[in-house]
């Protein structure tokens, strides 16, 4: 099995409580998990912590294999919701085998 990490980081000057794109790309990664059947598991949310070094949102989830992850990746819905993120974050990912 895989698991797909992400760490989003907001964008300098994007204020989480009042940009509607955030909520929006929040929305759709929340839903993201029902919508891909490649996906065995799904867990994404706001950070928690206030330190420097913290990112602000994450995703994790566990699929099959490399298969798998790249039909997640090639997925239509999760397309759509990358798209909004770009508007206003950047991120970094890591993809490890469990």
């Known amino acids: 099995m895989i698991r797909h990490l992400v760490l989003f980081k907001l964008n300098d000057g994007v204020d989480r409580e009042r940009d509607e794109r955030v909520a929006a790309g929040a929305k759709a990664f929340e839903e ?23 990112y602000d949102y994450a995703i994790s989830c566990l699929v099959d ?20 993120w770009r508007e206003f974050a950047t991120w970094v990912i890591a993809d490890i085998e469990v």
């Open 32 to 54: 993201l998990g029902a919508l891909v059947p490649e996906l065995r598991a799904w867990e994404c949310g706001w950070n928690t912590t206030q330190r420097d070094i913290a």
């Open 65 to 84: 294999d490399r298969e798998a992850l790249k039909a997640y990746a090639d997925h239509p819905a999760h397309q759509a919701a990358a798209a909004q």
